[in-house]
């Protein structure tokens, strides 16, 4: 069953919540709070670009602290959603999420009793199979009365969810359709689950009123009509001002602006920075890479912390995995056929790009993982069939590329858990385990930091080991599609 599966009607106390509409705390059996990606907006500025937010943390508080005072004693609980792994403050040397917990006092355990009443709580994320083994394991250590999945990351889809069977209530943060804030459906089993969204955007909070019985609604409740919590301001003024300067940190100065755009036409200076990062910290004989935007630029100039996590906005980390020649041709023509047409001639459209009416380009889903590769020098014929378009000449330094010899590859582990080097390369999944020589626990970006700040200045240098063919109709379809792209 899809994200368009069947929705109950007749909810009344379901959807978004005004002033009028507000339930009195002290008129409810129990009342949960649900808060998503608090860390992002726990001020009321972004950390990143200095601007206000439509919603932060202090406002939340007003709400939180209003509640908890009238609440029956006992009778009131505050759950934070998981960690939105987008967020910055993540990565922060000190422990914010613990300050944040501690000042706001939330509750942590996975299993909440109100009486006859018990709730669980278990994150989860966008793997369905996942999903319902660790429910299965979590119901088995820690029955209740009603199990409650928390989805943090904006990227976990509402099919994904309703595929995670054994959940009564899901708290999600992925954007607002057409089915509302709250809403009740049921799953590919047939089941009845609630679903309360109050979004990764800051600006709403999620309520769930219980009775004793086990009986449920839900609603979002949209804090910027409350004032800013002043202690909550206060509490944590400081920690702004030294996150903010964190996050500007000055990492190196770029002498020449790189431009991810180009990369998908040929070897660009933007990929080899990157491709150079990975195989200097790893010593890996080739690197897997793409641009985590298709239409990214670098300007030439000063370059801070603050501009590396606009650019890799989730938690990443680099994974060094044994491959055969063979699997890495094989990757390489699976990237190739997502990303680029079979061209017949000059004017055969290059990029696999689509156009809605008003002209905005769309680029192929999880664009972000499909890798060109260095290390070795290869060619792309566009003009051949699709699956017998890339040919492997050598690695770098003259060895020779053996389709039976193992060599390893550095590449980010989303690679692995999104499934698209398994795909891709078609190594048999039960082996993969096997294969991985090793994952960095410091994640990508803070490795990406180190890296950058032992270079006063960087002169971007495009490293050519790969091409295009046919060059001239390469070079005709970028004429075209490369203003598309940094155009939108």
């Known amino acids: 069953m899809k994200a368009a599966a069947i929705i109950l009607a007749g909810l009344t106390l379901f959807g978004r ?21 608090y860390q992002q907006h726990l001020f009321p500025r972004d950390p990143l670009t200095g601007r206000w937010m439509r919603g932060s943390l202090p406002y939340a508080a007003s709400y939180i602290r209003a509640h908890r005072a009238y609440a ?34 939330y509750d942590t355990a996975t299993v909440l009793r109100f009486g006859s009443l018990s709730i669980g709580f278990v994150e989860l994320g966008n793997d369905p199979a996942i999903n319902r083994a660790t429910v299965a394991a979590f119901r088995e250590k820690h029955p209740s009365d009603i199990l409650t999945g928390l989805f943090p990351d904006p990227r976990t889809t509402l099919d994904a969810v ?5 959940i009564q209530l899901a708290v999600t943060a992925f954007p607002s359709g057409p089915e509302g804030d709250a809403f009740r459906i049921l799953n590919f089993r047939g089941d009845t689950l609630t679903v309360l969204n109050p979004g990764a955007g800051g600006d709403r909070i999620g309520v769930a009123d219980f009775s004793l019985s086990g009986s449920f609604t839900v609603k979002t409740v949209d804090i910027t009509r409350f004032s800013p919590d002043t202690a909550c301001m206060n509490r944590f003024a400081e920690t702004e001002k030294a996150v903010r300067a964190w996050c500007h940190r000055l990492l190196t100065r770029f002498t020449a602006p790189l431009s991810a755009a180009e990369s998908r036409f040929g070897p660009s200076a933007y990929a080899s920075l990157f491709h150079r990062f990975q195989r200097e910290v790893t010593g890996a004989d080739i690197s897997f890479f793409a641009p985590p935007r298709y239409d990214d630029s670098i300007p030439a100039g000063p370059f801070t912390f603050a501009e590396l996590l606009r650019r890799f906005r989730y938690d990443e980390r680099l994974a060094i995995v044994e491959l055969t020649g063979a699997e890495i041709r094989n990757y390489l023509e699976y990237t ?27 680029f192929p889903a999880g664009h972000y993982r499909l890798d060109s590769a260095d290390g070795l020098y290869y060619t792309i014929s566009l003009n051949r069939p699709y699956g017998h378009r890339v040919r492997v000449d050598s690695l770098k330094g003259g060895r020779e590329f053996d389709p039976k010899s193992r060599y390893r590859a550095a590449v980010p582990e989303s690679r692995l858990r999104a499934g698209s080097l398994v795909r891709g390369s078609k190594i048999p999944p039960e082996i993969l385990p096997e294969r991985v020589e090793g994952v960095f626990e410091t994640d990508y970006r803070l490795l990406l930091r180190e890296w950058l700040e032992r270079r006063d200045s960087m002169a971007p240098e495009t490293d050519t080991t790969w091409r295009l063919l046919p060059a001239e109709w390469v070079e005709a379809a970028r004429k075209r599609e490369l203003p598309r792209i940094v155009g939108r």
């Open 72 to 105: 029956p004693a006992g009778k009131f609980a505050l759950i934070n959603c998981g960690e939105n792994p987008a967020l910055p403050c993540r990565l922060y040397p000190e422990d914010l999420t613990g300050r944040i917990r501690d000042f706001l006092k």
């Open 162 to 166: 309703l595929h995670t069977p054994g």
């Open 336 to 362: 190739t056929g997502q990303l680029y047409h079979r061209m017949l001639h000059a004017e055969s459209d290059l990029l696999r790009l689509t156009y809605s009416p008003d002209g905005t380009v769309r």
């Open 17 to 37: 919540t005004t002033a009028r509409g507000e339930t009195p705390p002290d008129t409810v059996p129990v009342r949960i709070v649900f808060t998503v990606g």
